[in-house]
């Protein structure tokens, strides 16, 4: 560690850093950062004994009376961030992890430290490594002020759509109509060329700004729905380096959009009738080094080139697919994606190739390199150091008691019928936060990877989310019922 101290500091002094962002997440994800100047970093004690601060104040972390906590540094994180070049507000960012009081040990509200890292430990100790691809999905507005929506001005009053697509009109309009004239009708944004997709510049910059924070972009889209969504995914990484760069992603989406007087935004549904933004979770097992090691989830003689550890590692997912579904969409807003109609992965069941199920093996390159499972239920309102935990606990929850899966259903799910769907045995995901809050709660394989601290902490802040939504009286109630 003390070479990889070293380097930061050469890192601070080389790129003249003047201030340096300190990260780290909240229980419930959100991101947060303060700012020391780099000189506690090149010439004090920051990276020895790290920063102190109030843990009080950050949700799901510690109450008043032990609100004294201490941020560590992991210098093998440090960043420039590419994007700002003023010398007087030059920064870097670099991840920590939490300990409690006077730096003695790891805290259990952490969730990058204690969840993430635990886990990742744990499984380093069977022999094994995980590598994660998430693919996520965002939009960007060119304007929003939430102070001054116009409310379902566009909804009419049978619940249905009025006289135009689309979203509040302090949003983009939908259809989005580009400076070129042309339209990208709701649902039909996917994979539109310029000038049609007007992201595309946006994009461009986000790789480069990306890949100057380590984080290599391998493609990137317009993606399904009309205004702005889009998509960048990056090369899969082990547990806790997928989360710092799911953080790095989000951090530099919003930043660059911003130098481009628009706004990014991850919150999962923000038109009304259109698709939501997803964040489908790449995810495979390896004995030694990722990608050169054995691949565990490969089998070459299989019909899908699937292990039979793979298949308890999917029968895993699926067990624990509704305890899973309040920590990988845990937010009101997310249940407005979990629909039928938007290709959403509201069916519980696995499946070759087929979009339509909430596992999917994706089937594009025949080398055991690259056999993966795909975890379906995951949007990027979530905290991806407690969901990609989870869903790796649920697999290998499912390898240890040999949960088989069954046999994959290869229809198309969303055209079955109820009894067809009870006939194959297909469930459905929770289809409110409270519904996966009372899953979560009966699951004790999910509960003991986040240990006692986040559960009660992550519970008690959703629980207090959806009853602030259950007693909000909404626009749409106003105009729905004020007649009656």
């Known amino acids: ?47 020895e004994n790290g920063i102190g601060f109030d843990g009080s104040s950050v949700r799901g972390f510690r109450s008043i009376e032990q609100s004294d906590m201490v941020w560590m540094p992991d210098p093998l994180t440090i960043k420039v961030v590419p994007w700002i070049e003023d010398p007087i507000q030059k920064s870097a960012i670099i991840f920590g992890d939490v300990y409690e009081a006077w730096g003695t040990e790891i805290a259990n509200c952490d969730p990058r430290g204690f969840v993430a890292k635990g886990l990742e430990k744990k499984l380093g100790d069977m022999g094994m490594k995980a590598v994660f691809g998430p693919e996520i999905e965002f939009f960007v507005f060119e304007r929003l002020d939430p102070t001054s929506l116009t409310w379902d001005l566009w909804v009419s009053p049978n619940g249905g759509v009025g006289d135009s697509w689309g979203p509040p009109r302090a949003m983009p309009e939908s259809p989005e109509i580009t400076p070129g004239g042309f339209i990208i009708r709701p649902k039909e944004g996917y994979f539109r060329a310029p000038p049609e997709d007007t992201t595309v510049e946006y994009r461009n910059d986000l790789v480069y700004q990306l890949e100057q924070l380590g984080v290599e972009v391998e493609y990137h889209h317009h993606e399904v729905a009309t205004a702005g969504q889009v998509e960048l995914d990056f090369k899969p990484k082990t547990l806790v380096d997928v989360g710092d760069a799911f953080y790095l992603y989000k951090f530099a989406a919003k930043n660059v959009a911003a130098e481009y007087g628009m706004i990014a935004t991850f919150m999962p549904k923000p038109i009304y009738l259109d698709n939501a933004s997803g964040m489908h979770t790449h995810q495979s097992l390896w004995e030694g080094e990722p990608f050169n090691g054995k691949a565990v989830f490969a089998d070459p003689d299989d019909e899908y080139m699937l292990s039979q550890t793979a298949r308890y590692y999917i029968g895993g997912l699926l067990e624990h697919a509704k305890a899973l579904t309040a920590l990988c969409a845990p937010t009101i807003n997310s249940f407005k994606r979990l629909v039928p109609g938007f290709e959403a992965p509201i069916n519980i069941c696995w ?10 093996v994706p089937m594009y390159v025949k080398k055991p390199s690259a056999i993966r499972v795909e975890y379906r239920g995951v949007d990027p309102s979530c905290n991806p150091y407690l969901a990609i935990s989870a869903q790796l606990a649920a697999g290998l929850d499912g390898i240890k008691k040999k949960i088989d899966p069954g046999d994959p259903l290869l229809e198309d799910v969303y055209e079955l019928s109820e009894r067809e769907k009870r006939e194959y045995g297909v469930g459905e995901l929770p289809t409110t936060l409270r519904d996966a809050l009372d899953h979560l709660a009966s699951d004790e394989v999910i509960q003991k990877v986040l240990g006692s601290h986040i559960y009660d902490a992550f519970m008690s802040l959703k629980i207090e989310e959806w009853n602030q939504f259950c007693l909000y009286v909404s626009p749409w109630e106003i105009m729905k019922y004020l007649d009656v």
């Open 351 to 360: 499946s070759p190739r087929n979009r339509s199920a909430l596992v999917r």
């Open 1 to 47: 560690m003390t070479d990889a101290i070293e380097k930061a500091r050469q890192t601070l002094k080389d790129s003249n850093v003047r201030h340096v962002l300190c990260a780290f997440s909240d229980v419930r994800g959100f991101f947060q950062t303060f700012s020391i100047p780099a000189k506690e970093f090149i010439d004090g004690s920051a990276f």
